[in-house]
């Protein structure tokens, strides 16, 4: 695989055993929260004190959790390979910790907090920006409220332009860690089947689009995931 353009999409099952919550599995954050209530933009208008003290957990709790053995497998894939993109749906800083140098962050960051007014992000992790209190931006002249850096549903993909010309030119597309449930990610399979990339899967349980994958690795990333990198790594 080592000459191939290699795409990778990640979702929040690679960071499930650095022991951060998924979305849709049984123990996950929307079996105690209401996306609409939390991951929209309606619901900043409507309780920002709630979306904010949701997302600052979240953003505590990355100071906390290490990448695990799949986040440092993708980095060690990335340096073996020539031409690799990586787009993830997470917006924690896992994969970059783990060594990886470009990863192009879909639905956002946690690290950064966003203006409303000049649409702006700055970094802002300092123990003053971790707390319930909300945070005022740096860039305009009368400071104004940060949201956090999350594309909410609703809202538009990061990326997306780079992402689309990764994937149209891509051989192997592989997918880890992702339910299947949110658009445009999950159609992103549709597109590498399209222009004839296999297209690999590794997740725990049966996602949504499993059917449209070549070749399916059920289990935990972190245990399979630096197996498979070898074995790819020594295919022709
Ligand atoms: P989900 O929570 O929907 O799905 C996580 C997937 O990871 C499930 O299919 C699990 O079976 C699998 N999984 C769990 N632990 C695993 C492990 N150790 N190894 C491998 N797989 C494992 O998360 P996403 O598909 O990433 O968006 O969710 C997509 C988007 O929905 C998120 O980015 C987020 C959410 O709403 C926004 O907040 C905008």
């Known amino acids: 695989m080592q000459s191939k353009r290699v795409v990778v999409l990640t979702g929040a099952g690679i960071s499930a055993e650095s022991g951060i919550r998924t979305f849709r599995d ?8 209401r996306i609409e209530d939390v991951a929209t933009p309606e619901g900043w208008r409507e309780n920002p004190q709630l ?24 980095a060690e894939f990335e340096n073996a390979l020539q031409y690799f993109t990586l787009i993830t749906q ?6 970059e910790r783990a060594g990886s ?33 909300f ?16 594309v909410w549903f609703g809202e538009t993909p990061i990326h997306m332009r780079e992402i689309y010309t990764a994937l ?22 549709n597109i590498a089947k399209m222009i004839g990339a296999r297209t690999i899967l590794v997740n725990l349980e049966e996602p949504l689009n499993a059917y449209d994958f070549d070749e399916i690795h059920y289990g935990k990333a972190g245990e399979l995931l630096p197996k498979l990198v070898q074995g790819w790594l020594n295919e022709s």
Not at 115 to 133: A, I, N, V
Not at 178 to 189: F, I, T
């Open 26 to 33: 049984n123990d996950g954050l929307w079996e105690e929260h």
């Open 51 to 74: 979306v904010w003290n949701f997302y600052q957990a979240r953003r505590r709790q990355m100071l906390e959790v290490e990448p695990n053995p799949a986040h440092f497998a993708l």
């Open 90 to 95: 997470n917006v924690d800083d896992l994969h």
């Open 101 to 133: 140098s470009k990863v192009l962050h879909m639905h956002g960051n946690l690290k950064t907090l966003r203006c409303e007014q000049s649409g702006r992000s700055e970094l802002r992790m300092s123990d003053e920006d971790l707390r319930p209190q």
């Open 168 to 189: 149209e030119e891509c051989e192997v597309f592989i997918v880890i860690g992702s339910s299947g449930h949110v658009y445009p990610a999950s159609g992103m399979v």
């Open 135 to 150: 945070v005022k931006c740096t860039c305009c002249a009368e400071p104004s409220t940060l949201r956090p850096d999350i």
